[in-house]
């Protein structure tokens, strides 16, 4: 059985000065990710699931350490590929599982409809199927925002610093697939939320950069502030 791998994950809201400051220092010591445009970004689309008593809302509002979240994911607006994922937070760590989806079982999940052609390799997508069945998951909000993408590797360290702007609640979860989608911003214009993810340990070179007078770390997720600001 594969085992799962767990990294660090934390999180900063910056504001418009800060997020200049911090995007400077990091693009001079990490490299921007293959997959981000010419402009350095790409754009990020989720589709979240939550069960009859809201359970991952309120985890994540109660600061509940073990806990698991399902999204459905498409980058760029493209529908060719579709990622089911399932993230979870044990212990402050974090990991993360995916299986690939087809459009029809993508459009039968935004209904509501547990699809009958799950495939042996759709382990994520059989636990999820349970879920609909036992505890009522459902889609419950779309999270869409632009990402700028770092990566540094060196001195045996994995590290991947993002920067996440745009970041915008939608309620119509219908409109999963389209290529535009209407809902309202969760930050404050000119606002991003940087989040640093790495393995066993940060260098140094990194934790230096990090320091910056009124920055700090956030517990709530771009999920959370989307289902609490939604329209």
């Not at 921007?32 to 970004?41: P, R």
């Not at 999940?109 to 009522?136: E, W």
């Not at 697939?177 to 809902?183: F, I, Q, R």
Request: charged letters at 30%; a neutral charge.
């Amino acid at each position: 059985m594969e085992q799962d791998h767990y990294r660090h994950e934390y999180k900063y809201p910056l504001t418009h000065g800060q997020r200049i400051i911090e995007d400077a220092k990091i693009s001079a010591v990490a490299s921007l990710d293959v997959h981000a445009g010419e402009d350095g970004s790409y754009n990020i689309r989720s589709l979240y699931f939550d069960d009859y008593e809201n359970r991952c809302y309120m985890d994540n509002e109660n600061g509940v350490d073990n806990r698991e979240k399902y999204r459905i994911r498409i980058y760029n607006h493209q529908t060719d590929r579709i990622s089911l994922e399932v993230k979870q937070k044990i212990r402050g760590k974090t990991s993360k599982r995916a299986c690939l989806i087809t459009r029809q079982q993508c459009r039968q999940l935004m209904d509501g409809i547990i699809p009958n052609d799950i495939q042996p390799d759709q382990q994520v997508l059989h636990k999820l199927a349970i879920l609909m069945a036992v505890r009522f998951m459902k889609p419950v909000v779309i999270v869409d925002y632009d990402r700028v993408p770092y990566v540094y590797r060196q001195q045996d360290a994995n590290v991947r610093v993002t920067f996440d702007c745009n970041i915008t609640s939608v309620s119509n979860v219908q409109t999963f697939l389209d290529e535009k989608v209407s809902g309202r911003g969760v930050m404050r214009a000119g606002w991003a939320l940087m989040e640093v993810k790495f393995d066993s340990f940060l260098p140094d070179e990194i934790h230096g950069l990090l320091q910056l007078d009124g920055l700090s770390a956030s517990t709530f997720s771009k999920y959370y502030l989307c289902r609490k600001f939604k329209t």
